[in-house]
């Protein structure tokens, strides 16, 4: 588990809240902690910090606005105290002549000012201290959902008994009487996730390979933050044995190195794995550790958006490896555990074509000039994609200079994006057919 701190300007890196955060989790958690500083460009800091892969944020001031932009984009957990938010009320003196005021202000401003329902800041929490002289909160609380703002005693730092055991509370998701109906939902479906992965961990499901995929992102994000917080807990230790988690993106090439780092692995959880990002060399890396752990009695977790097959190809080797165990199909309400012949699972489920790019793709956006449309969208593999679609000739063309518009995927593309232009079409009796020249 990791988490990242972002501490307001003038303050020190390792503030009183990186110190909380040290109280909640001991000095064995990984907490990166940055300053808002005024010298340096934060789209740098933001591209930086974005790379990198968090299960908490935390920011203070005008950290607090940074982390709100970092935490909209994840929909990584995220904890304001005292938010400088909106930016433009209250750049200080110092900061009159900050070159990048406007940056800021058009990064994290304009979309939250205008979600009045709050939908993209669900994952947002804000602790507010009521006699505060820097920031009005009074008033921070309307650009968030009210049940995640929290008044606590003190000003702009504020800390002591109250303070702490509120953030304490967020931090540890320990659960509030005020929850509302989908965060139970969520707390409950983490605990079961956790359940299913100690049980598969300790030996109480007979099988050595699990492989769990969704076709929805928070699901996969929640199988991978409790697998952290499974292999990260020293108390389980105890009854698993040694455990590790690992990015699949980490793993060594060097097939020495490999057999060292896992041979004496009882539980290996291997995540985000991706076949579009993934070599052949990266693939024999990742059924060397496999190999390596099974060979040791231990288990073997995936997790993943891709099936096995798109995975690993036509390593007949590797896919036998897989198909020797189970697979599972995590369902938006529970987990189905599936065994049929030779461990394949064939699970009937109504889906479009193209389905496993259909279920990842999100559209962000549509837009169209001269007749020309642009489609911007993202996956669980790729970030800020582009789908340029033109028409010339009496045809429609697909600009595949990008290199991830092939013909399979422009069309799941196509398909999503059509849902959203439609929602965007306004009614009207214009005769269209004579824009057209047509007598049908």
Not at 58 to 77: D, E, M, Q, S
Not at 364 to 374: E, Q
Request: charged share 30%; net charge negative; glycine share 6%.
């Amino acid at each position: 588990m990791s988490i990242l701190n972002i501490s307001d300007y003038k303050d020190e890196k390792e503030n009183i809240y990186f110190k909380e955060l040290q109280k909640c989790f001991g000095t064995k958690m990984q907490i990166v902690s940055v300053v808002f500083e005024k010298d340096k460009n934060p789209a740098e800091l933001l591209m930086q910090l974005m790379t990198n892969r968090y299960d908490l944020i935390v920011g203070h001031g005008f950290g607090g606005v940074l982390a709100l932009y970092i935490g909209r984009a994840t929909n990584v957990k995220t904890i304001l105290i005292n938010p400088a938010y909106p930016a433009s009320r209250y750049w200080p003196d110092d900061l009159a002549d900050y070159e990048y005021r406007e940056l800021i202000e058009e990064n994290t401003e304009e979309k939250i000012c205008w979600d009045t329902k709050h939908e993209t800041t669900k994952n947002v929490y804000m602790i507010l201290g009521r006699d505060d002289d820097v920031t009005d909160t009074t008033t921070s609380n309307k650009y968030l959902r009210p049940k995640n703002c929290f008044y606590v005693d003190g000003g702009h730092w504020p800390s002591g008994k109250d303070f702490s055991t509120v953030f304490k509370k967020l931090v540890l998701g320990d659960a509030f009487e005020d929850l509302d109906e989908e965060q139970t939902v969520e707390k409950r479906r983490g605990e079961v996730t956790y359940e299913l992965f100690k049980d598969f961990a300790s030996g109480k499901m007979d099988y050595s390979i699990l492989y769990l995929f969704s076709y929805e992102e928070n699901a996969c994000n929640r199988m991978s933050k409790v697998a952290r917080l499974l292999t990260g807990n020293a108390a389980e230790k105890e009854l698993i044995g040694d455990m590790k988690y690992i990015s699949a993106d980490q793993l060594e090439i060097d097939a020495t190195n490999i057999r060292e780092q896992y041979a004496d692995i009882s539980f290996l959880v291997i995540d985000h794995i991706t076949s579009l990002l993934m070599d052949k060399g990266a693939k024999k890396a990742l059924w060397i550790a496999c190999n390596e752990v099974l060979d040791n009695n231990g288990r073997v977790l995936f997790l993943s958006n891709d099936s096995a097959q798109r995975i690993f190809e036509e390593e007949r080797e590797i896919t036998d490896l897989i198909y020797n165990g189970y697979v599972a199909e995590y369902e938006d309400n529970l987990f189905g555990i599936h065994k049929s012949y030779k461990g394949v699972v064939t699970i009937e489920v109504d889906r479009k074509p193209y389905s496993d790019q259909y279920q990842t793709i999100i559209i962000d956006g549509v837009d169209s000039r001269d007749g020309n449309i642009a489609i911007k969208w993202h996956s669980f593999e790729l970030n800020d994609q582009i789908l340029y679609v033109y028409f010339a000739n009496g045809k429609w063309y697909i600009d595949e200079q990008d290199g991830w518009a092939d013909e399979e995927r422009a069309a799941v593309i196509l398909e999503k994006a059509s849902a959203e232009f439609v929602k965007t079409v306004v009614t009207t009796n214009h005769d269209a057919k004579d824009f057209f020249g047509w007598g049908w």
